[in-house]
């Protein structure tokens, strides 16, 4: 039966080092599938045990010059030797060290700084001893972690950038250019250092989410009432802890005393604090404020709403954008293209002009330099990472590189209605009184009327009534009228409340009362009317209302760059016209069954290609399955949207669209600029080799200098706020 185990390795920082694994591992007899998580140095292995076994698996890495160890042994962040934790940042700085130190001894030794740059390549150059052993520390300083990878790809005939730098090192020793090659060696240890603390930043951002959750929990003894402070992943489910003011919630779970004002920010991205009183949820991570909440737990300390959010961004990093899929189909073709070219501007200048070897094969060298890809490989999967992270800060949960590309590119905006556009719930909208009633008098009689029923109507009135300070007496002697309404005594008087069809059988309804009806509905309401013996006493219009700023968000979407927004609603005409009027919508289509919303996402998406349905995240699956991706509302109550949607909106927020649409399109941004910037540094340096004017430090500084640009613009997404 196939097995999957989770392994930590040790030197992935990049796609490269993904290539090599993919290549060596997945090529292997037993290997069933591979999965990567760059920003986690995580590999998932999924494998047949009759054939491989655990331990053949870390062999196998273990040729390739990284190191895997079994994820359940990994050490945690912060744990580990010295040299585990500085490795790189040691060798770095003694590389640079001895480089200084060879530079200084070689220009005192000859007089002058200047002739330790020897930049006559033709000529023999000879060096000091003791300046040749200096510069051959900050050689190997330097390439100590690149030399086994490079040995590797050359034994597998692959060339990568490993090789290519080694390769110009080596290069540069034989033709006498020590300096060249231990600036060459420091300069890419550098690089590589830069990318290794870019992925650790981005890594470490991710970690910041684990920290949202205190490590332990004030339990409550239910025998005596005592309490223990214990690890939270001792607390069982069904528990009650205690937090005080201040604190932070250690679990999900429902209030079951006391009251406060909680700020759920670093779950939802909500910026104001929620308030929260017996019977509301409350989720760990989120901060208390004001008072001390007793919490019913109703999940453990592994499957939490953060629980999920964090595992849900580290799973992204498999999904991976389009802009790093190219990439990655550029590299493999662009290395080997690069030593090509090498190896004919080395040849043919000495062959074709008077150019020397030494020099042809010095602008061979720097060729190799400048085609390192470094930049490239790096310019997407940080600002991806970044990115996926300030969402998730944001209360925005992205499934992967892939979604967040699309939002981007995102033409039409499918929503569903109720839920999403409107409260989902039914209020009281209007309250039109007749024959010289009070609003007060309407709503205290019908509310008279209707506080027995579960009726969403009924309860929609009682609601209004409580916000009025009305004290309801239930009427007397009530019976229901099945499918029209009902009839009791108030004050010894007996009145009736219903549908218009049953004031229409009354026969109170005048031609001003009809019209006045019909306009009600026509605006998409539902018509209430209470009445006695002799006359209509008012109409109550009840629906359900758009959530706040609607209008404004809607216009903020299009400012964002959509160009065609719809809604999909099962809702009638009247109401679904009623709706899309008010918030602003384009386009509406109603009375629509599930299997219709489906056909009209499919009929969008062949018209537009890039279209997103934001719906529930369970009732609309069905139709978000079918658009380019999908948008769940509210996910915050349902695991079900967390489960199935392409992105999640932590909260019933519904600004957090345009939000997410510009965050996308700002990330597109920031991934060509790294692109273009990479391969346009390449390009000029190529130029200027091909003229004799680059020389091998300045290539390597020029890279080093564009991972390092490259690497800060990425970063800049990590504080992408709204």
């Excluded at 870019?198 to 009432?225: F, K, Q």
């Excluded at 490989?377 to 967040?404: D, M």
């Excluded at 500084?701 to 990425?714: E, H, I, K, Y």
Aim: contains cysteine.
């Amino acid at each position: 039966m196939p097995r999957r185990i989770d392994y930590r390795i040790q030197e992935m920082d990049c796609s490269e080092e993904v290539a090599i694994l993919r290549r060596e591992v997945g090529g292997k007899p037993g290997i069933i599938d591979l999965e990567f998580d760059v920003v986690n140095a995580r590999m998932s292995v999924e494998f047949d045990p009759e054939v491989l076994s655990v331990d053949e698996i870390v062999q196998i890495v273990a040729s390739t010059g990284m190191k895997a160890t079994p994820w359940e042994l990994r050490r945690d962040r912060d744990e580990g030797t010295l040299w585990q934790q500085h490795g790189r940042l040691i060798l770095t700085f003694t590389s640079g060290a001895f480089l200084l130190a060879a530079f200084i001894t070689h220009g005192v030794l000859h007089g002058s700084l200047l002739d330790a740059f020897n930049g006559d390549h033709t000529a023999s150059h000879t060096l000091p001893l003791s300046v040749m052993l200096l510069y051959f520390v900050s050689v190997t300083s330097g390439a100590w972690y690149v030399l086994p990878k490079a040995l590797h790809s050359a034994r597998r005939l692959r060339p990568d950038m490993n090789f290519l730098m080694v390769a110009a090192v080596i290069g540069a020793l034989i033709i006498g250019e020590w300096f060249e090659a231990a600036t060459v060696a420091f300069l890419f240890a550098l690089s590589l250092l830069l990318e290794h603390w870019s992925v650790e930043r981005a890594r470490n951002a991710i970690g910041t989410l684990m920290d949202l959750s205190p490590p332990t929990a004030r339990y409550i003894c239910p025998d005596h009432g005592d309490i223990h402070e214990k690890p939270v992943a001792e607390i069982s489910l069904g528990a009650i802890i205690l937090v005080r003011p201040g604190e932070k919630i250690p679990l999900d779970g429902e209030v079951v005393k006391g009251e406060s004002s909680v700020n759920q920010a670093p779950i939802t991205g909500e910026s104001m604090p929620v308030s929260k009183r017996p019977g509301d949820e409350v989720y760990a991570g989120s901060i208390n404020h004001d008072g001390g909440l007793d919490i019913r737990t109703n999940r453990i300390a592994n499957d939490t709403t953060l629980a999920r959010i964090i595992r849900m961004v580290e799973n992204a990093q498999s999904r991976r954008s389009r802009s790093q899929q190219w990439v990655d189909r550029f590299s493999a073709y662009y290395t080997p293209a690069m030593i090509f070219l090498a190896i004919i501007i080395a040849i043919l200048p000495p062959l074709l002009s008077n150019v020397s070897w030494s020099e042809g094969v010095y602008r061979g060298l720097v060729i190799l330099v400048i085609a390192c890809p470094c930049a490239l490989v790096i310019s997407t999967p940080v600002s991806i990472v970044s990115a996926l992270t300030a969402a998730a800060r944001n209360g925005v949960l992205i499934k992967g590189g892939l979604y967040l590309e699309l939002a981007g590119r995102l033409q039409v905006l499918a929503l569903d209605k109720t839920g999403t556009l409107t409260q989902g719930k039914a209020e009281v909208q209007r309250l039109v009184t007749l024959n010289d009633h009070s609003e007060r008098e309407l709503l205290e009689r019908a509310a008279a009327l209707e506080i027995g029923s579960e009726h969403p109507l009924a309860r929609a009135i009682l609601r209004k009534a409580r916000e009025a300070g009305i004290d309801v007496i239930p009427a007397e002697h009530f019976k229901a009228l099945p499918g029209k309404g009902g009839e009791g005594s108030i004050n010894g008087k007996l009145f009736w409340i219903g549908s218009h069809r049953m004031m229409h059988e009354k026969g109170q309804e005048t031609p001003e009362i009809h019209a006045l009806a019909e306009e009600l509905e026509d605006a998409g309401h539902t018509v209430v009317a209470i009445g006695n013996d002799s006359h209509v006493c008012g109409l109550i219009s009840i629906a359900d209302s758009l959530r706040e700023n609607v209008p404004q968000i809607v216009t903020e979407i299009r400012r964002a760059g959509v160009k065609h927004i719809v809604m999909l609603t099962g809702d009638n005409e009247g109401t679904a016209r009623a709706i899309a009027e008010e918030a602003g919508i384009d386009e509406y289509r109603s009375e629509l069954l599930p299997e219709d919303k489906v056909k009209a996402i499919g009929r969008l998406v062949r018209e537009n290609k890039f279209v997103a349905m934001v719906g529930d995240g369970i009732n609309d699956a069905p139709a978000m399955a079918a658009a380019t991706f999908g948008i769940a509302m509210g996910a915050m109550g349902t695991d079900a949207a967390l489960e199935t949607a392409d992105v999640a909106l932590m909260s019933d927020d519904l600004s957090k669209l345009p939000w997410l649409i510009r965050h996308s399109r700002r990330t597109l941004n920031n991934i060509q600029q790294n692109i273009s910037f990479a391969l346009g540094l390449k390009m000029v340096f190529i130029i200027l080799t091909l003229f004799g004017m680059a020389s091998l430090w300045m290539a390597i500084a020029a890279d080093t200098g564009a991972t390092l640009l490259v690497v800060f613009n990425s970063l800049r997404l990590l504080n992408d706020a709204k």
